[in-house]
Structure formats: C-alpha cells, structure tokens
C-alpha cells in the first residue's frame, strides 16, 4: 500500500505511533534535528510545503535505516556520533541526533554495551564482540589489499567479516582468507562502466549509479566468544529472522499512517 501523505502522516512521522503489537516506534523529532516546535513543526497547526517535504525525505531515509534490525547510539560528543554514523554508513546529507547500529537482540540478554575507538565502532554483548571499521576510501581505491590488511588487523585475526554497503549489511559472512577476493570482486563488479549482473535487482539502471565507491562503506567484524561453523551459521539465521521481522513491523507501520 502506498503511504498518503495525510495530517495523520505527518503528525505520526514527526511525533512517533503505535504500532500494531503496541510498540512505540519514534518519530522523528526524537532521533533528528530540526522537527521541534520552535522549528516551525507545531503540529497542532497546517505545515507549509517545504517542511512537508522535510518531514517525506526524513521519513523515507528513516524507512530505509531501519529496514534490517537497529539499535540506537547516542552520544554526548558530535565527534563520537559522527564517528559512528561514519562507522556505520550513515549519510552525512541527515542530521539524525544517532547513530542507526545493525545488532540482533538474543532472548534473554541484555543491551549491548557500545563504544567509539578510533574510527571505529564497537559493540561488546554477552555472545560476541562486533565492530564496525569504515573503509579509507582513497586507500581501497590506490592498493584495496593493504586497505583491507587493515580492517582485518582492526577486526581480529580470528574474526568473521561481513562487508557493509550503505547502511546495511550484506547477508555473507568471511573468513580473513576470503574477504580480500570477496571485496576486491565487488570492486570489479561494480566499477562504474560494467554492466550490472543480470540477477542484480538493478539490473538495466547505468552502472554510474552502481560505483562501488557510492557504497562500499567498510566492513563488521565478530569475534565470538565460542566460534565455530554453527556459531556463525547462527549469526546469519538470527540476523534474517530479525530481517524478516523488522521488514513486516515496517510494513505495519505504513499501513498505519497511511489510514
């Protein structure tokens, strides 16, 4: 169903809403800046056209941040909030007040502790330690296998890697061995003049669009603290059961406002 963009919608997108199973979903005047009544989004009065507009792009980009399953960072210093939103594949066009963090929540345990060292953001549980490193763009691009030593140094040796593009994840996991042909084979994949990949959903678009450089944002390491086949194949089978479900809460969620 196509969202209608109605006095309902905006009020919604702005202020936060239910959603069906009774979970408060925030609206956007909790995570970005701008929104507040002294903004002009009193929302007890009519908006003019361009903060509609806001308020759209906003909401689409929040949509879209939160396709896979995310838990929120704040932090105190714009550097360390920046530094994660880099870290994570954030686009820095946004002014979001967090940082949109992929984890998967286990039954059971608690919240994730999360820390910014260096460039980097890292993510400790009670399973796993996950950490996400941002590409040096320039780097990938002069020498992509010394670039990709160094986020395997920063990861662990005895990690397992997952490559970022944008602010998702792509659904493989890595081994050190693997993760250099695999990311030096997207880089030839999508250089920008090739053809795309007939099973690429983007197939036929210009491969200008495509250019690794627009999202090959860096990669996230896992250590786990018992690591075998099974610990990994579990990591995968979590994060797209939660995938699933984040992707059916959504859904919900604009067939609400969209009443």
Do not use: C
């Not at 140094?153 to 397992?160: H, R």
């Not at 996991?173 to 994949?189: E, P």
């Not at 059916?248 to 969620?253: H, V, W």
Request: glycine share 6%; aromatic share 8%.
């Amino acid at each position: 169903m196509a969202t209608k963009f109605t006095d309902a919608f905006y009020r919604a997108a702005v202020l936060g809403v239910e959603d069906a199973d009774g979970n408060r979903i925030p609206g956007l005047r909790s995570v970005a800046g701008g929104f507040t009544v002294a903004d002009g989004y009193d929302m007890r009065q009519p908006l003019t056209r361009a903060r509609k507009r806001r308020v759209v792009t906003y909401w689409r980009e929040l949509q879209e941040l939160t396709a896979q399953p995310k838990i929120l960072f704040r932090s105190r210093t714009v550097r360390n909030l920046k530094t994660a939103q880099r870290a994570v594949g954030q686009d820095p066009r946004f002014q979001f007040d967090v940082a949109f963090v992929p984890f998967v929540p286990v039954a059971g345990q608690s919240r994730p502790s999360l820390k910014v060292r260096g460039d980097a953001l890292i993510v400790k549980s009670e399973t796993a330690t996950q950490q996400f490193i941002p590409f040096k763009r320039v780097a990938l691009t002069i020498d992509p296998a010394a670039e990709i030593k160094r986020v395997v140094s920063a990861g662990g040796e005895d990690a397992v890697f997952a490559i970022r593009a944008g602010n998702n994840m792509i659904k493989n996991l890595y081994d050190k061995s693997k993760l250099q042909q695999q990311i030096i084979t997207l880089q030839k994949r999508y250089d920008g003049s090739r053809e795309l990949p007939a099973r690429s959903k983007n197939f036929g678009d210009d491969p200008a669009n495509h250019n690794w450089r627009n999202w090959l944002v860096g990669v996230e390491s896992y250590r786990l603290k018992k690591l075998s086949s099974d610990a990994v194949d579990a990591i995968l089978r979590r994060f797209n059961r939660a995938n699933v479900r984040q992707k059916q809460k959504n859904k919900k969620l604009r067939n609400k406002v969209s009443r």
